[in-house]
Structure formats: structure tokens, C-alpha cells
């Protein structure tokens, strides 16, 4: 069983593997709209991205006009972050830097997405909203997502959420497979096995566990408001109406109060 509250060295050793599986994929899309969406209501002009990753969310709001930073702990994902930088021919420095920590400045809006709080203890968790609070401007929003815990224990969902899937990295074909279990503490713990096969050679097995605290939304609505925020609203990734569960994974916006 993996420590909860260490950030996995996945996002390290397997970096390569994060960006295969979740670049230009419908989620990140349909995720990325969402933010947007969000952002223009509450007028937002300056983000930084808290756990930004290899950039998915710095990138597509670059391209629409935003000024934002992008910040994250891993030098793995970030190094993939630099990279893409070259690519797009885009002039900008990531930072390394923990989310419970990191004092960046002052913006209108901070965000840290696809599930990236769930890897935090709960008192990790808030430290970290004490200090993008701090990062934040007068009336500056938090946007951020977790798995619905009511969600993964209602039924079967926890069954839903097992996935295999296969995707291609040079002349190797990586598989995925992957289920998860939940605890009465609400920490879902995922275990993962990957074949790299390249050609017909006898394929690699690699695994890895990782573990997320989940939250229902009366939770994280209780805990930003201990936290100085007031929350704006709650709603699904994909905008759609929170259903306590039925909707998979929870956005919250809330304000710096």
C-alpha cells in the first residue's frame, strides 16, 4: 500500500506515460473548456496553474489570451512542459514548486486540476488553500477538481472507473490497465500495470500505486469556508449540474473572501 500524502515518483519515473494517455484526449478537452468557461465569467485576465503538469491548461489558455504561469513539483512532467514550449515557440519558464507552498504572486485566478489535491492529506489540502489564498488578488477565484466520493461509493461506480486502454510512443505500444479500491477514509488507491512492447519482443511490466483522498461536495465547501474562501459553485467537469451521485468528478469555484 502506498503512503498517502507523498506525491507519487510516477509522475517522475512514468512521465512520458501521463502525457501519452491524457494529451488531446476528450476529457482534456472537454476539462479545458470547462476552466475557460469559468474564467470568463468572473472576468479573469491572470492564472497560475498550481500543478500544471506538461502544460495542458497553461497552453490552451495561452492561445486564448490569458497571461498565465504554470508551476508544478514533479521535474518530470515539467521537463516535458519545456519541451512543448519549443515546440510551440512559446517564451515562458515553468517553475518547480509545491502547491503548499509556493509564493508566485498575485493573480486573478489560481487552478489546480485533474485531481492534483486528491494526492494531499486533508491537512495538506488546506494548507494549500492558506496558500493560494495568499497567491491570490483581492477578489481572486480557486478552480479545482477532485473524484466525487459519494459518486465512487454509490453502486458499482468504483467498477466504472477500471480502464484498459493502448496508445503508441515511437515503435513501442504501451497498455494500460488499471482498477482501484476505496477505504472508509475515503482514499481511493489505484493500481496500475503497464507493457511497453516494442515490435515483438517480450514485453516490460512496470506498476505503480497511487493513492487520491476524494471528497463529497459538503466537505470541500466546509473546508474552504474554515479556509477564508467563500464557494461560488459547484458543478461537473463538464459544467453540467452537480449530483451528489451521478457526477463523477466535482468542480468548485470559490473566492477569496
Known amino acids: 500500500m502506498a503512503r498517502h500524502g507523498k506525491i507519487p515518483n ?11 494517455f491524457h494529451k488531446n484526449t476528450a476529457n482534456e478537452k472537454i476539462t479545458n473548456r470547462t476552466i475557460e468557461k469559468i474564467l470568463k ?6 492564472v497560475h496553474d498550481f500543478t500544471c503538469g506538461t502544460g495542458s491548461q497553461v497552453f490552451y489558455l495561452l492561445k486564448r489570451g490569458y497571461q498565465v504561469t504554470g508551476s508544478d513539483i514533479s521535474p518530470g512532467m515539467l521537463k516535458i512542459a519545456a519541451r512543448k514550449t519549443k515546440a510551440e515557440k512559446i ?3 515553468f517553475l518547480q514548486g509545491d502547491m503548499r507552498t509556493l509564493n508566485v504572486g498575485k493573480f486573478d485566478a489560481a487552478i489546480t486540476i485533474f485531481n492534483a489535491i486528491g494526492h494531499l492529506t486533508k491537512a495538506g ?3 494549500t488553500m492558506r496558500n493560494i489564498y495568499k497567491n491570490l488578488n483581492g477578489d481572486g477565484i480557486y478552480i479545482f477538481d477532485i473524484i466525487n466520493l459519494k459518486y465512487v461509493l454509490d453502486k458499482n461506480n468504483i467498477v466504472k472507473m ?13 497498455r494500460e490497465l488499471q482498477h482501484s479500491i476505496i477505504d472508509n477514509t475515503g482514499i481511493l488507491t489505484s493500481y496500475t500495470t503497464f507493457y511497453t512492447q516494442k515490435g ?3 514485453p516490460k511490466v512496470s506498476k505503480n ?3 487520491l483522498q476524494l471528497y463529497t461536495a459538503q ?13 461560488l459553485g459547484q458543478c461537473g467537469i463538464d459544467g453540467s449540474e452537480l449530483k451528489d451521485t451521478k457526477t463523477e468528478r466535482i468542480v468548485t469555484i470559490a473566492q477569496k473572501k
Do not use: A, P
Request: proline share 0%; charged share 40%; hydrophobic share 35%.
Open 200 to 202: 515483438l519482443e517480450k
Open 219 to 231: 466537505e470541500l465547501r466546509k473546508m474552504l469556508t474554515q479556509n477564508g474562501f467563500k464557494v
Open 10 to 20: 510516477w509522475y517522475n519515473k512514468d512521465s512520458e506515460f501521463e502525457e501519452l
Open 125 to 127: 489540502f488546506e494548507k
Open 91 to 93: 517564451k515562458m519558464q
Open 209 to 211: 500505486i497511487i493513492t
Open 41 to 46: 465569467k468572473y472576468k479573469v485576465k491572470t
Open 162 to 174: 477500471s480502464l484498459e486502454r493502448m496508445e503508441t510512443l515511437g515503435d513501442i505500444k504501451v
